[in-house]
């Protein structure tokens, strides 16, 4: 009985504030590893940095601001898809485009001429390739 009670005043509490989300969870992460960096490097910046961070997560959590949270949550996303679309691009031999498309086709790979910069979309599947760029010519080989 003692316990449904607590549980009902912290649900009561909650109610109609933010919570957590990604941005919160990578937040405690981040937090988690200066607390550790802290640890092994003893320096009060990175102790100070966690806590400013656990701080932040908590005027997040605790926030009843659903619209600015819910936007810094979207951007964090954002960036995060951006990020990780670059990083993609780089491990499948290709270069992410400004607008972050780097070919949503699975059956093809897009690659760059090294000298022209020229996007050359190749057939996945046919091992070591040469390829010749249409635009200035140059040879190239890569993997498809």
Same mark, same amino acid.
């Given at each position: %009985? ?47 940095? +966690? ?9 997040? %959590? ?8 819910? *936007? ?10 951006? +990020? ?11 270069? *992410? ?9 699975? *059956? ?5 001429? @090294? ?18 760029? @249409? ?10």
């Amino acid at each position: %009985m003692r316990n449904s009670n607590w549980r009902d005043r912290f649900n009561s509490f909650m109610q109609g504030r933010y919570g957590q989300d990604t941005l919160s969870r990578f937040l405690l992460v981040l937090s988690l590893i200066f607390l550790v960096l802290n640890f092994f490097i003893r320096t009060p910046v990175f102790g100070i940095l +966690a806590g400013l961070i656990l701080i932040w997560v908590y005027y997040r %959590m605790l926030s009843r601001d659903y619209d600015r949270r819910s *936007a810094e949550n979207r951007k964090f996303l954002e960036l995060k898809e951006r +990020a990780a679309s670059f990083f993609r691009g780089i491990r499948n031999g290709t270069t *992410a485009s400004p607008s972050g498309n780097t070919g949503s086709d699975p *059956a093809f790979r897009i690659y760059r001429c @090294p000298k022209c910069g020229q996007k050359i979309r190749i057939p996945r599947g046919h091992g070591k390739v040469e390829i010749t760029c @249409p635009k200035c010519r140059t040879r190239f080989r890569k993997r498809t």
